[in-house]
């Protein structure tokens, strides 16, 4: 399965060190964990959730590096938390931190969830008929791997890019 991941163009597309800041499914030390998403759309909402970035003309500005990830296999494990907790804003990270800590402990490599940053569901997609159209809905998720993955290959999607502006309405504002 091919994933997507945003970054910093000045570095490389997954976290080597414990270093990371903390997130949804990780505290500080406790990674690296790696977000990877199952589209560029929600790649790109994962970052326009976190920057804030709501106004069309801030895309402008934005210069993110896109990778897409060949994942050999999705984590089977997925968080036995509810779905306002799963896609919650800040104050729900503990919840998922705690569950993730309890996956870790279990033996789990990673874990499955839905995405936090695309409401769902959501045309993500796009065919060609008579035009571009926007494909059928679907549910996003989000795989979160713990622990370095130097066997994982990814390709640069592009170099430095940003968001379209249809995306905007799509994202979960993070509150």
């Known amino acids: 399965m091919i994933v997507f991941r945003h970054a910093d163009p000045r570095?490389?597309?997954?976290?080597?060190?414990?270093?990371?800041?903390?997130?949804?499914?990780?505290?500080?030390?406790?990674?690296?964990?790696?977000?990877?998403?199952e589209t560029a759309d929600g790649a790109w909402a994962e970052f326009l959730?976190?920057?804030?970035?709501?106004?069309?003309?801030?895309?402008?500005?934005?210069?993110?590096?896109?990778?897409?990830i060949e994942l050999p296999e999705t984590p089977d494990e997925r968080p036995v938390l509810d779905e306002k907790t799963l896609t919650g804003g800040e104050r729900t990270y503990a919840a998922c931190q705690l569950e993730a800590r309890r996956l870790r402990d279990a033996g789990a490599d990673g874990l499955t969830a839905p995405s936090a940053a695309l409401r769902s569901p959501a045309s993500s997609g796009f065919r060609t008929e008579g035009g571009l159209v926007p494909g059928p809905a679907r549910d996003e998720r989000v795989f979160v791997l713990f622990g370095p993955r130097p066997d994982l290959i990814a390709w640069a999607a592009c170099a430095e890019g940003r968001p379209r502006e249809d995306l905007l309405p799509r994202v979960r504002r993070l509150r």
């Open 11 to 37: 570095f490389p597309f997954l976290w080597e060190s414990p270093d990371q800041p903390s997130a949804r499914w990780h505290r500080v030390g406790e990674g690296p964990a790696h977000y990877l998403a």
């Open 49 to 68: 959730r976190h920057e804030a970035i709501t106004d069309p003309e801030d895309l402008a500005g934005v210069a993110r590096s896109i990778w897409a």
